[in-house]
């Protein structure tokens, strides 16, 4: 008997632990709510618009498969890019999409699209004339919100001077896919 008595009242001390951690003694309590908002975020969107291919004589390429790439030669892709910027503080980065520049797994035409992706750039310019050019393909810039026309360069050279330029020699790179990749830094 003298254990059950035990027992029983080790039992209901433990219970009355756990219910006086589960509440609060307050005796008085109040909940207010403090500057409430319904917030949205906002977008980026793009879209392209007209586009050309030309080589450094200015010469228009009608055909970018067609085009039989040497050392010394600069390629140009001109774009405008119909931006909408929605928020606040927006900043945003192009970058060429190095992943669009492609080959399939030749020797040659591996040596050709290293060769070509390191000497890719960008440069960018908006409809007021600012603009933003860095090597490697990368240029940050900052955007209103609203809607951005964006005049787009993407400069693809073969360097005259590669080392290992009779590597690429019969090399193909489809550049049938080059895409920019426009994404919000801030």
Do not use: C
């Not at 008595?5 to 080790?10: D, E, F, Q, R, V």
């Not at 699209?113 to 810039?141: H, I, Q, Y």
């Amino acid at each position: 008997m003298n254990k059950i008595l035990t027992g029983s009242i080790a039992g209901a001390a433990g219970i009355v632990l756990l219910l006086g951690g589960a509440g609060t003694f307050a005796l008085w309590n109040d909940t207010v709510a403090i500057a409430g908002a319904t917030i949205t975020a906002g977008t980026l969107t793009v879209e392209t618009g007209t586009s050309t291919w030309s080589d450094q004589n200015d010469v228009t390429i009608e055909s970018i498969d067609d085009y039989r790439i040497v050392p010394g030669d600069t390629l140009t892709y001109e774009t405008v890019l119909n931006v909408d910027a929605v928020g606040d503080n927006i900043q945003a980065q192009i970058v060429v999409d190095q992943g669009s520049i492609i080959s399939d797994d030749v020797e040659a035409n591996v040596a050709l699209e290293e060769l070509l992706k390191k000497e890719t750039t960008v440069e960018v310019v908006d409809g007021s004339g600012v603009g933003a050019s860095v090597g490697v393909g990368r240029t940050g810039f900052d955007l209103t919100a609203g809607e951005h026309e964006l005049l787009v360069t993407v400069t693809i050279a073969f360097p005259e001077d590669a080392a290992d330029d009779d590597d690429a020699k019969t090399g193909a790179v489809y550049l049938s896919g080059l895409a920019v990749i426009l994404s919000q830094t801030l």
